[in-house]
């Protein structure tokens, strides 16, 4: 079942302009994964499942790296080239360009998109809720970060605001250490919008992370965190 509330777009001048924010989704690794096919009882040992979702991860990222397109029934991948060129004859240059990686999802996962089941449940604005990330370098919402460039985030309580170590504005890849922006680089501090200096962040996938003990009219006492759920890519 996927929960949804419904939140003001605060992207548009509109009245009465609401979308739809997903909420209470759960993340599954690839252990989690191995775990379900051993419930299906495929006659395969837990290590020989873990070797062959290894082998399958190693073997499409020889093959994007050697510039080749990948088709699978769960994702379709294939390398393009962003950047300007000004002359026929002019080459590649990573200064200007940038190799990216296109992700469209496969067979199965468009078959599965029709299959969710979905559920409304009440919004719960409590505490920080981010509900936009614009990187201004881009124009995208929700899309892109471009490092040394700045974003602003939309939202309720996103003010940065207390002495506990941990509050501040993060920075989540998908492995590895949250990275924390620097409390200078944060140029607009505001409860409904907080613009800041991306830092510098190895290209891969993120999620923008709000810990903070601001609490409104009042400071609380111990810092909350709030993860922004959608993904956000560095190319």
């Known amino acids: 079942m ?54 399958e991860k190693q073997v499409i990222a020889e093959i994007v790296a050697e510039g080749g397109a990948v088709n699978t029934e769960i994702v379709n991948a294939f ?8 002359r026929p004859d002019e080459s590649f240059d990573p200064t200007k360009h940038k190799v990216r990686i296109n992700l469209h999802p496969g067979t199965a996962l468009r078959t599965a998109v029709n299959e969710i089941k979905l559920k409304k449940v ?13 990187d201004v370098k881009s124009g995208t919402v929700n899309e892109k970060l471009t490092p040394g460039r700045n974003c602003k985030l939309s939202g309720a309580k996103l003010k940065i605001d207390g002495d506990d170590p941990a509050v501040g504005l993060y920075f989540v890849p998908e492995s590895g250490a949250p990275v924390k922006v620097d409390p200078s680089d944060i140029v607009v501090n ?15 996938v993120y999620q923008v ?9 009042r400071q609380l006492k111990t810092p909350h965190t709030f993860t922004f759920d959608k993904l956000l ?3």
Do not use: C, W
Request: no cysteine; charged share 15%; hydrophobic share 45%.
């Open 79 to 86: 390398p393009s080239i962003q950047g300007r060129f000004t």
């Open 209 to 217: 992370r709000i810990t903070t003990q601001h609490g409104g009219t």
């Open 2 to 55: 996927l929960e949804y509330t419904l939140e003001e777009n605060l992207l548009t001048e509109d009245a009465g302009d609401y979308r739809a924010q997903v909420v209470n989704v759960t993340s599954f690794t690839t252990g989690d994964v191995v775990d379900r096919i051993m419930k299906i009882g495929a006659g395969l040992t837990r290590s020989d499942v873990a070797s062959v979702l290894e082998a």
């Open 122 to 134: 009440a919004a719960v604005l409590t505490g920080t809720v981010i509900t936009a990330v614009l």
């Open 190 to 204: 505001n409860p409904a919008e907080l613009i800041a200096i991306i830092p510098t962040l190895a290209a891969g």
């Open 233 to 235: 890519t560095v190319v």
